[in-house]
């Protein structure tokens, strides 16, 4: 699964972008999708995870309530809504894939994930 992060770019404190993880490979419908961020001098954390069907979800601490992720199996994509943005969301964000036998909880760590994009810079203005 090859897998194309895009949708950053900068935006101001309370904006609403969404983040798109475009995937090949047929695959992809087998795989639960995270997406993980990375701030300059942090380590990389989780934002949100979806299970292969959509049915199971996981959010991070800091983006519950205002971050939403979902997927679309037919076009092979999975967003990050992302909504009341501040200062401290800016980071690049990472979409990370895994296979899954069964539509089990996405983990929460990155270790855990096979497959990872190039990821896209989203700065927050205030």
């Known amino acids: 699964v090859q897998l194309q992060a895009s949708g950053g770019g900068l935006v101001q404190a309370g904006g609403s972008p969404r983040l798109s993880c475009a995937a090949s490979?047929?695959?992809?419908?087998?795989?639960?999708v995270a997406w993980f961020r990375q701030a300059p001098g942090k380590e990389r954390e989780l934002v949100s995870g979806?299970?292969?069907?959509?049915?199971?979800?996981l959010s991070g601490s800091s983006v519950k309530g205002r971050f939403t992720i979902s997927r679309d199996n037919a076009r092979k994509t999975v967003y990050l809504q992302m909504n009341s943005l501040k200062p401290e969301d800016t980071a690049v964000y990472y979409c990370?894939?895994?296979?899954?036998?069964?539509?089990?909880?996405?983990?929460?760590?990155?270790?855990?994930?096979?497959?990872w994009g190039q990821g896209t810079l989203v700065t927050v203005s205030s």
């Open positions: 979806i299970s292969r069907s959509g049915a199971n979800t």
């Open positions: 990370a894939a895994l296979q899954t036998i069964l539509s089990v909880p996405p983990p929460s760590t990155s270790r855990a994930y096979e497959y």
């Open positions: 490979g047929y695959i992809f419908s087998r795989c639960a």
